[in-house]
């Protein structure tokens, strides 16, 4: 399922995070400089790339996320036979986004008003939240370049091909080998497999539109037959 959190990562994750996290010893300076330094060696590694590789990282590298955008994918484990769908959706001259399981736990938000609402619960938890209040900083390392560093410099061994008009990159490490990311010639995620320690689980993208405020509407119809909580934590506890 790390191919969700990919797609997260790049576009549509809820909050915008795409960044690592100052955690653990390392100080706000120390951060920084680690950033700085992956960016240098993300631009290093993009003059040393050739072939259809150097072709598919710099298409990567100069992606953007459809916008407005609904995604809807559907991951399905191939042993088990366990499946269910993710929606990713963003809007931002609406000022919306939406991002969760269909079948769990969905945020959605217009503005400040945010929503979760549990599927499985019939439960719906709100509150505001002024985002014009978050600093916009001077990004030190854009998220294609961090991505790029994670796919490519991070220690694992990949190989990409082109089949026709989707370029494949195969992973050929033993913690991962023989799983696989497909994109389309614009560099859009459109099907991807995972096997290892996890399991075999297979995602692929079954519906894309730009109908974002259709979706949101949809989403507060439902919630309006939900019973309300007084916390977060009671959407999150219930069954996802």
Not at 20 to 47: M, P, T, W
Not at 141 to 160: A, D, T
Not at 170 to 199: P, R, V
Request: no cysteine; hydrophobic share 30%; aromatic share 12%.
């Amino acid at each position: 399922m790390k191919h969700i959190k990919e797609m997260l990562l790049i576009g549509l994750i809820v909050f915008g995070g795409v960044y690592l996290s100052a955690a653990g010893s390392f100080g706000q300076r120390d951060y920084e400089n680690e950033l700085r330094d992956r960016k240098v060696k993300v631009q290093e590694y993009l003059s040393k790339a050739k072939g259809i590789e150097k072709e598919f990282v710099e298409k990567y590298l100069n992606h953007e996320d459809e916008d407005p955008s609904v995604i809807v994918s559907e991951t399905t484990n191939l042993d088990t036979g366990e499946s269910f769908k993710y929606i990713q959706a963003r809007d931002s001259e609406k000022n919306i986004e939406i991002d969760g399981k269909l079948s769990g736990i969905v945020f959605f938000r217009k503005g400040s008003e945010r929503f979760w609402i549990n599927t499985k619960e019939k439960t719906y938890y709100t509150d505001t939240y002024d985002y014009s209040k978050n600093p916009k900083e001077d990004l030190i390392i854009s998220s294609n370049e961090e991505m790029i560093y994670e796919k490519f410099l991070s220690g694992y061994e990949k190989k990409v091909e082109k089949i026709g008009d989707t370029y494949k990159m195969t992973y050929l490490d033993d913690l991962n080998k023989g799983s696989y990311d497909i994109y389309d010639e614009d560099i859009n995620l459109i099907e991807s497999f995972t096997d290892n320690s996890q399991g075999r689980w297979k995602e692929v993208i079954v519906s894309k539109s730009a109908d974002v405020n259709e979706i949101y509407e949809k989403l507060l119809d439902l919630k309006d037959t939900y019973t309300r909580v007084d916390d977060l934590g009671q959407i999150k506890k219930g069954k996802q």
